[in-house]
């Protein structure tokens, strides 16, 4: 009999993309394929649609080979619960996320936060490879962390470590959809530079296309093609951000001393535009002892990717688990 | 051949008082004693004395008792060096701690931070006991960190993690003694106190005792002491610190998602004056997941205890990994 070639299905689901393919041994995607999430709808209307587009992929699948596994990257996922706990973007609520898709499924389905499934995808295949300490910092509509501590996630008591997108960085600083203010994604995250951009058209009073455009309709995207043809707002509001991401993370160091922070997102895809001024002020804040010796880099994975590939590892390295147990 | 009581020596250097004694398997301490670090002093001048008074203590070993190792927590110690590098309030430069102290002795010497010695005291032995993720705080001269994650000592990458009292909490705050602004010790530590309570007899015109004593006599004792008296600006300091505290701990929380932060050194001494606006800024500025279920406790051992604890049950384990090494 002819070995079948193992694949895991990877699942990212994001606020606006939900992303899934197969991942194979050597971390190559195929048979990649997406949906539109629709974060207003509930879980009631998502699941029925993500189960018919996974039973698609499912039927596409050649027969030489085998998925072993299902491997989730979920914002506000607990991989200890198993469950989806209120995601701010996605009108959920709470979900049973494994109860909910392992009776559809025949194989083990593993639930990682994404950005925790992100940071795995680094290390295994991207810009933190053979790095056994390091940070992640995923930049969409929100800021999602991964902290990778001794070569391991670090899930903390109850599965919750890792929120820096909520750490209070501002006194009396803006209101985040969490219900505090001054959160460090209130100003580092695709919606916080369109605050801090609309903020700047009120406090300065340089010439901006942004004046032209309602808070709506623009995109963090946009801010940034602004800022490469040096309109005024969108640069200063990409070395506003970079500065204060810059502090935020100069103070994460003093915790973890880390070997790099990866930053990823579309926020990251502007480049030099967020990683010139971040790194400028993370020196400028670092305390001595870790001058020069921590990286700010980009994830050098595409766009999506790294959750997808980092979840697969997961399930991988659980399925593989749990046969050496049984060989035992 | 009867068999003896093995013992370790264990050695906590502070910034005022060096403290040694022997400690059992059992977590006793006999034969404590302890001198001034004068921290003034060269390394020069204080590691004879060291070893003089070492020396005293292993020819005052009863001959039933064994020393089967050495443990030492410093300030500013790197466990992966073997080195105490720069400690702001000792004038020591930099020491080769090990290289120093090793050839001086037949028995295995470990050196850790100061504040890692004490969170695995306090592990081991006190308000810490069975839990494997907490973050343990030192508060003296200055504030340290021990952070403790799946059961383990986070040292970080080159083993200077857990640096929270040099956390930028105030953009253009205080003066710290590392050349930056704003480190949480500036505020929340003895000398801050100190700072905070000359800095409200500016801001305010309450009647305080404290307006008829000078800045370099004061201590942060006698503030509590003032406070305990309902002296409005001692009190208004300690709410100030705990305030800050507070703040600070509710940002750690989103890192480590821990079971309990426990707070050490003389201003925990000050119990309520303390902890009260400390667990109230807390838990107001915690983000909602996790209200209720983090717990800040005071240190259960007697105060300098839990480092030399620490250090000898480190010791202790490495002494036992070793021989386990050896019946191999």
Redesign the interface.
């Known amino acids: 009999m002819e070995s079948k070639q193992q694949v895991v299905l990877g699942i990212d689901i994001g606020g606006t993309n939900t992303v899934f393919g197969y991942v194979t041994e050597d971390g190559k995607m195929v048979n990649e394929s997406s949906m539109q999430t629709h974060g207003n709808d509930s879980a009631d209307i998502f699941f029925p649609r993500l189960f018919v587009e996974i039973d698609k992929l499912r039927a596409a699948l050649d027969s030489s080979s085998e998925v072993v596994g299902i491997g989730v990257g979920a914002p506000n996922a607990n991989y200890y619960s198993g469950r989806v706990?209120q995601p701010p973007n996605l009108k959920w609520g709470e979900v049973k996320f494994i109860d909910l898709l392992a009776p559809h499924f025949n194989v083990p389905v593993t639930l990682l936060n994404d950005a925790n499934a992100a940071a795995l995808g680094e290390q295994q295949f991207g810009s933190a490879r053979g790095m056994?300490?390091f940070i992640m910092i995923t930049l969409g509509t929100g800021l999602g962390t991964g902290?990778v501590?001794?070569g391991?996630i670090?899930?903390?008591?109850?599965?919750?470590?890792?929120?820096?997108g909520?750490?209070?960085i501002e006194?009396d600083g803006r209101l985040c959809n969490?219900?505090?203010q001054g959160c460090l994604e209130t100003y580092v995250s695709a919606t916080g530079i369109k605050r801090t951009a609309f903020n700047l058209l009120g406090t300065l009073n340089d010439e901006s296309k942004i004046r032209h455009l309602n808070y709506e309709e623009i995109t963090s995207k946009q801010i940034a093609e602004l800022a490469r043809q040096k309109d005024p707002i969108a640069v200063n509001a990409f070395n506003y951000t970079g500065e204060i991401l810059g502090?935020a993370l100069?103070?994460?160091v003093?915790?973890?001393?880390?070997?790099a922070i990866i930053l990823s997102g579309g926020l990251a895809e502007a480049d030099e535009l967020l990683f010139v001024p971040t790194i400028h002020s993370f020196e400028k804040?670092l305390?001595?002892?870790?001058k020069g010796?921590v990286r700010i880099l980009k994830s050098s994975l595409q766009n999506g990717r790294a959750a997808v590939l980092g979840s697969c590892s997961f399930v991988k390295s659980t399925v593989n688990n749990n046969l050496n147990k049984l060989a035992k």
């Open positions: 706990e056994k300490n902290i501590v001794n391991q670090l899930y903390g008591e109850n599965g919750f470590a890792g929120e820096l909520h750490l209070t006194k969490c219900g505090r502090r100069s103070n994460a003093t915790y973890f001393d880390p070997q804040n305390l001595n002892v870790y010796k």
